[in-house]
């Protein structure tokens, strides 16, 4: 048997490639869309793709399983639990199987069978793959996707938090309370693979190692260790991170199965004044230089979400599906610059414009201040000081007369801020909040102050925190 695991970083992805050997067939388990690389290790080991599983329609990224359908004529096994909430839209264009609870298929000589595992979303399910082609006679391990992690599970509050379902947090909860009864139940040697590691969204406390296995998790993953459903409930709903507004379209756009790839190529705007073209008609203006660099000049009307491994999560929050997109970009960087939007649908690039021609007219800036600066403007009621981190991060301490805005809806609550003011920018280091002074000043807030290093910066110099009561 052939295994090969693949990890995208700026969503903290996991996804597999596995192959039967002898008989030269390989199935992809929870596909990103970017499937290349899946493809180029397939022909590598000399194994042809021909099916794509998913354990689950996932809200967090464009699913790679229609387009591997039609470049390699992939046959797609999915989830038929849930009820017709959960059920894929897009069946009529690929071939495919429905699974459930008990059932079983095999790719080549290696098997897998689908136990039934919500809490995380209603449909979900995991597989358990036993090398039959090796002569296996016992399961080898347990792809969970969203249902266990390394040290976490799936948060079930998403449908709730994201699409509005009320009361679907609860009973999410409580599914995933069952569910781990049948992990539980499994041999402690299986291994297991799932769909997400740190840095994701997708839980709230997720390990970085990349796999485990079931003994471990039973000794050391805390939802493992809670037999009192109440409790487990409690806990498990507590603490949950902000989930990116893009999520909820995710889980639309893969239930009714997602666009293929647009491989046109993104081309070149030669001067400004083509920018400024684009600007009027309303199109998203996205630099993604390193925030130090957008400080010291950028394009008025622009947001910077720097390209790093955040990148993609805070694409998510801000861009609106609707929107054409203008890249303020080098050339060099705008294939993995496209590669990483389209990762979350956001396929909309028509243009992009090196920097230096974006900036060859009139800029605008911000100004970076330190924390002992910020102690002397706190006094002064002309500024005012926004927090933007995650709920989480505020509840364990904040600067006293700061204003909590969690970054990702800081654009659409800006009437909650009082006017008139200079506002300074704060978070955990100063990394969030160089991408908020850059809403402010693109929202038409002019007078916006970046504090550097953010709240971590303010208790290193044992300066006065507060906390909620």
């Given at each position: 048997?052939?295994?090969?695991?693949?990890?995208y970083?700026?969503l903290?992805h996991?996804?597999y490639?596995?192959?039967?050997?002898?008989?030269?067939?390989?199935?992809?388990?929870d596909?990103?869309?970017?499937?290349d690389?899946?493809?180029?290790?397939?022909?590598?080991e000399?194994?042809?793709?021909?099916?794509?599983?998913?354990?689950h329609?996932?809200a967090?990224?464009v699913?790679?399983?229609k387009?591997?359908?039609k470049?390699?004529?992939?046959?797609?096994?999915?989830?038929d639990?849930?009820d017709?909430?959960?059920?894929?839209?897009?069946?009529?264009?690929?071939?495919?199987?429905?699974?459930k609870e008990g059932s079983i298929f095999?790719?080549?000589?290696?098997?897998?069978?689908?136990?039934?595992?919500p809490?995380?979303t209603?449909?979900?399910?995991s597989?358990?793959?036993?090398?039959?082609?090796?002569?296996?006679?016992?399961?080898?391990?347990i792809?969970?996707g969203?249902?266990?992690?390394?040290g976490?599970?799936?948060?079930?509050?998403?449908?709730?938090?994201?699409?509005?379902?009320?009361?679907?947090?609860?009973?999410?909860?409580?599914?995933?309370?069952?569910s781990?009864?049948?992990?539980?139940?499994l041999?402690d040697y299986?291994?297991?693979?799932?769909a997400?590691?740190?840095?994701?969204?997708?839980?709230?406390?997720?390990g970085?190692?990349?796999?485990?296995?079931?003994?471990?998790e039973?000794?050391?993953?805390?939802?493992?260790?809670i037999?009192?459903?109440?409790?487990?409930?409690?806990?498990?709903?507590a603490?949950q991170?902000?989930?990116?507004?893009y999520?909820?379209?995710m889980?639309?756009?893969?239930k009714i199965g997602?666009?293929?790839?647009n491989?046109?190529?993104?081309p070149?705007?030669?001067?400004?004044?083509?920018?400024?073209?684009?600007?009027s008609?309303g199109?998203?203006?996205?630099?993604?230089?390193p925030?130090?660099?957008?400080?010291?000049?950028?394009?008025?009307g622009?947001?910077n979400?720097?390209?790093?491994?955040?990148f993609?999560?805070?694409?998510g929050?801000f861009?609106?599906?609707?929107q054409?997109?203008?890249?303020?970009?080098s050339?060099e960087?705008?294939q993995a610059?496209?590669?990483?939007?389209?990762y979350?649908?956001?396929?909309?690039i028509?243009?992009?414009?090196e920097?230096v021609?974006?900036?060859?007219?009139?800029v605008?800036?911000?100004?970076?201040?330190d924390?002992?600066?910020?102690?002397?403007?706190?006094?002064?009621e002309?500024?005012?000081l926004?927090d933007v981190?995650n709920?989480?991060?505020w509840?364990?301490g904040?600067?006293e007369?700061?204003?909590?805005?969690?970054?990702?809806?800081?654009?659409?609550r800006?009437?909650?801020i009082?006017?008139?003011k200079t506002?300074?920018?704060?978070?955990?280091?100063?990394?969030?909040?160089?991408?908020g002074a850059?809403?402010?000043?693109?929202?038409?807030?002019?007078q916006?102050?970046n504090l550097?290093?953010?709240?971590?910066?303010?208790?290193?110099?044992k300066l006065?925190?507060?906390?909620?009561?």
């Amino acid at each position: 048997m052939f295994f090969r695991s693949f990890f995208y970083e700026q969503l903290a992805h996991m996804s597999y490639l596995v192959g039967c050997q002898r008989t030269g067939e390989a199935i992809v388990i929870d596909p990103g869309r970017s499937i290349d690389w899946y493809i180029d290790t397939a022909k590598k080991e000399g194994l042809r793709i021909v099916a794509a599983a998913e354990t689950h329609i996932h809200a967090d990224f464009v699913s790679g399983a229609k387009e591997l359908a039609k470049r390699c004529g992939a046959k797609l096994y999915l989830s038929d639990e849930g009820d017709e909430n959960w059920k894929y839209q897009y069946l009529n264009e690929v071939d495919y199987e429905l699974v459930k609870e008990g059932s079983i298929f095999t790719v080549g000589n290696v098997e897998f069978q689908v136990i039934h595992t919500p809490g995380h979303t209603p449909e979900h399910i995991s597989f358990i793959l036993t090398d039959k082609g090796g002569g296996a006679k016992e399961p080898m391990g347990i792809f969970t996707g969203d249902f266990v992690f390394v040290g976490d599970v799936g948060r079930p509050d998403l449908l709730e938090k994201a699409a509005g379902i009320f009361g679907t947090a609860d009973i999410g909860a409580r599914q995933m309370f069952q569910s781990l009864k049948k992990f539980k139940a499994l041999p402690d040697y299986l291994k297991v693979w799932p769909a997400h590691g740190a840095g994701s969204a997708c839980g709230k406390a997720l390990g970085a190692v990349p796999s485990s296995t079931v003994g471990y998790e039973k000794l050391t993953n805390w939802a493992l260790k809670i037999e009192d459903e109440e409790e487990f409930v409690k806990l498990l709903l507590a603490g949950q991170p902000e989930p990116p507004k893009y999520f909820a379209m995710m889980k639309q756009v893969n239930k009714i199965g997602p666009e293929y790839l647009n491989e046109e190529e993104v081309p070149a705007l030669p001067t400004r004044e083509q920018l400024e073209e684009y600007q009027s008609n309303g199109v998203f203006i996205l630099d993604v230089r390193p925030p130090q660099e957008f400080a010291n000049a950028h394009y008025a009307g622009s947001i910077n979400i720097p390209f790093n491994k955040s990148f993609t999560n805070w694409a998510g929050w801000f861009i609106n599906y609707d929107q054409d997109i203008v890249l303020i970009a080098s050339q060099e960087d705008v294939q993995a610059i496209r590669k990483a939007l389209a990762y979350i649908g956001l396929d909309r690039i028509v243009a992009y414009i090196e920097p230096v021609v974006a900036l060859s007219g009139e800029v605008e800036r911000y100004e970076e201040i330190d924390v002992q600066q910020l102690r002397q403007y706190l006094q002064d009621e002309h500024y005012h000081l926004i927090d933007v981190r995650n709920q989480a991060e505020w509840d364990e301490g904040y600067i006293e007369g700061a204003q909590h805005i969690m970054l990702g809806t800081l654009a659409d609550r800006l009437n909650e801020i009082p006017e008139g003011k200079t506002y300074i920018v704060q978070c955990q280091s100063g990394a969030r909040s160089a991408i908020g002074a850059s809403i402010l000043q693109a929202k038409g807030v002019k007078q916006v102050l970046n504090l550097k290093g953010g709240y971590l910066a303010w208790v290193q110099e044992k300066l006065p925190i507060a906390r909620k009561a």
